[in-house]
């Protein structure tokens, strides 16, 4: 039998779970947390924005900021998260891969991941199961992975 992974990922917390026999129960292997997933972006960003010039006359007004601070974090943990699945690949640790995701993270999730590791891509399902426990991750799978 084949060598799966089973990446359970959200904005806060990353589950990977192998699989020994085709319909068989899944082994946690290593969990990812994001410690400032909860952390509202006004604690993220504590210095105020920079302040400009008006092109003509003498007002003054606070620069915008070009991303929301929240989002941004979520992206360094889905990098955080692809480093980890692409280690895993390099190391032969799975033939395939399935992704189970809450969309928005899937989102940020794809690009991250590299050409060869999308390769051995099987299967990606869009829900959000990173709190549920392994019996109803398994049951949303397709029998055969």
Same mark, same amino acid.
């Given at each position: 039998?084949?060598?799966?992974?089973?990446?359970?990922?959200?904005?806060?917390?990353?589950?990977?779970?192998?699989?020994?026999?085709?319909?068989?129960?899944?082994?946690?292997?290593?969990?990812?947390?994001? =410690?400032?997933?909860?952390?509202?972006?006004?604690? *993220?960003?504590?210095?105020?924005?920079?302040?400009?010039?008006? =092109?003509?006359?003498?007002?003054?007004?606070?620069? =915008?900021?070009? *991303?929301?601070?929240?989002?941004?974090?979520?992206?360094?943990?889905?990098?955080?998260?692809?480093?980890?699945?692409?280690?895993?690949?390099?190391?032969?640790?799975?033939?395939?891969?399935?992704?189970? =995701?809450?969309?928005?993270? &899937?989102?940020?999730?794809?690009?991250? &991941?590299?050409?060869?590791?999308?390769?051995?891509?099987?299967?990606?399902?869009?829900?959000?199961?990173?709190?549920?426990?392994?019996?109803?991750?398994?049951?949303? &799978?397709?029998?055969?992975?």
């Amino acid at each position: 039998m084949k060598k799966v992974w089973v990446v359970v990922a959200s904005s806060s917390k990353c589950r990977i779970f192998t699989q020994e026999k085709h319909n068989g129960p899944l082994q946690q292997v290593e969990q990812l947390e994001n =410690s400032e997933a909860d952390t509202p972006a006004r604690d *993220i960003n504590t210095d105020r924005p920079g302040r400009a010039f008006d =092109s003509a006359g003498q007002g003054r007004h606070a620069m =915008s900021q070009g *991303i929301d601070p929240v989002e941004q974090e979520t992206i360094r943990f889905a990098k955080k998260v692809a480093t980890t699945i692409e280690n895993g690949r390099k190391q032969d640790a799975f033939d395939r891969l399935v992704l189970v =995701s809450d969309p928005s993270f &899937l989102g940020h999730l794809r690009p991250a &991941l590299s050409s060869a590791t999308h390769q051995r891509l099987s299967t990606e399902i869009a829900k959000n199961l990173a709190d549920a426990d392994p019996e109803a991750v398994r049951a949303v &799978l397709p029998y055969r992975i």
